[in-house]
């Protein structure tokens, strides 16, 4: 056989054992998918009682106030618009009002829900992860259920969403679910025991998505709070390890958290400033000490 018949050979044999180990992979997701749709359908998701006004503490707690509402321009409140420069290009965040053409009043709580822990879009296509479903994926299905009811109820806003501007197809997302597979951990499941300031800081409130380190293909491979040197629009930013906050006792945590001043007197700026202002400052004092206390435990290393 000639050299050029040899290579066109092994060229085939390597695109079949590559399609195969893709399908492996994608299919190892559906069925990690469907673990987590197990668990909010046991905890009752279709037919537990909604608090719609508890519904507005998980969307501040959950960052959905900040991402999806262009305060810069005065932007309707979470009508969208908010741009987000990716490795892939600058995505817009989408309308998430009650209107029923442009937004998601149509959605049901499992179409949130399979947003939310899936990051699966009402058609079944995967969303991009720039919505941080690689934390939300432990969500509890109460949170689920009461952060549905008062979507449902805000105000409608007939916005379109604006268009992405990315360098590669937006056919891509079809090789998300391999993205997935390396970068969304399996466990723990909705709906998992955990002390809450873990979940208000790992889970609900995404910290690692900006204080992770990410990978080439901006996965966070290690969700330690060690520092992100690329964060959001190329900002580094800072650790908030139990090590790097050695300084600051819990009360300067959430003192921080409520008003954006840190113990020397310095405030909050660049990526923390909208946090603040729209999500951790309306939390609970009792939900700013349990953050401030898992922070400074030997489990946050």
Known sequence: ????????????????????TAIIQLQSNKRIESLRREAWRDADLLTLVANESRGEWVARAAGCIGC????????????GGVGFDTPIGRMISPNITSDRRYGIGTWSREQLADALINGRAPNGSHYWPV?????????KTQDVVDLHAWLMASKPIA???????LWIPDAARHLVGLWKVLYVPAEPLPNASMPSGQYLVQNLGHCAECHAQ????SGIANRSLTGNTQGPHGVSVPAITKTALRDWIAEDIAFYLEI??????????????????????????????????????DINQ
């Not at 056989?1 to 195969?20: D, E, H, P, T």
């Not at 999806?68 to 009508?79: I, P, Q, R």
């Open 214 to 217: 990410r990978g080439i293909t």
């Open 68 to 79: 999806h509402t262009d305060s810069e321009n005065d932007g309707e409140m979470l009508a």
């Open 1 to 20: 056989m000639k050299i050029g018949a040899r290579v066109a050979v092994v060229g085939v044999i390597f695109c079949v054992i590559l399609s195969i």
């Open 260 to 297: 954006g001043m840190t113990p020397d007197g310095d405030f909050a700026g660049a990526h923390m400033a909208p946090v603040i202002e729209h999500s951790t400052s309306h939390l609970e004092p009792a939900d700013r000490a349990a953050i401030a206390e898992y922070l400074l435990s």
């Open 159 to 165: 916005l379109p969403d604006g268009e992405h501007n």
């Open 131 to 139: 919505l941080p479903y690689t934390a939300y994926r432990s969500m």
